[in-house]
Nanobody
Framework: QVQLVESGGGLVQPGGSLRLSCVASGSIFSINAMGWYRQALGKRRELVATITPGGSTNYADSVKGRFTISGEYGKNTVYLQMNSLKPEDTAVYYC?????????WGQGTQVTVSS
């Protein structure tokens, strides 16, 4: 069994920064990719960023140049550095690990960008 625990969400003013962390525990092997999705109230869950063990990254157009994903594989941790935050970034952020043929999800962490 795999468990993911996110942290680092909160309330921040527009233009501010937050760093999300996601720690995985359990049988972590055959990692295909890790990353983050988000879901704003009343909207569909959308991809924010992904990273592969080889270091390839992919970002949603809306966050390119502002967000940076990174992974610390020895600690089974994936990070999302979010800078220049905007009100439209407000959402619940979910991390995921794609292991073998299964995808595992965290419980989500709320990010609210408001003055």
């Amino acid at each position: 069994q795999v468990q993911l625990v996110e942290s680092g969400g909160g309330l921040v003013q527009p233009g501010g920064s937050l760093r999300l962390s996601c720690v995985a525990s359990g049988s972590i092997f055959s990692i295909n990719a890790m990353g983050w999705y988000r879901q704003a109230l009343g909207k569909r869950r959308e991809l924010v960023a992904t990273i592969t063990p080889g270091g390839s990254t992919n970002y949603a157009d809306s966050v390119k140049g502002r967000f940076t994903i990174s992974g610390e594989y020895g600690k089974n941790t994936v990070y999302l550095q979010m800078n220049s935050l905007k009100p439209e970034d407000t959402a619940v952020y979910y991390c995921y690990y794609w292991l073998g043929s299964r995808t595992y999800w965290g419980q989500g962490t709320q990010v609210t960008v408001s003055s």
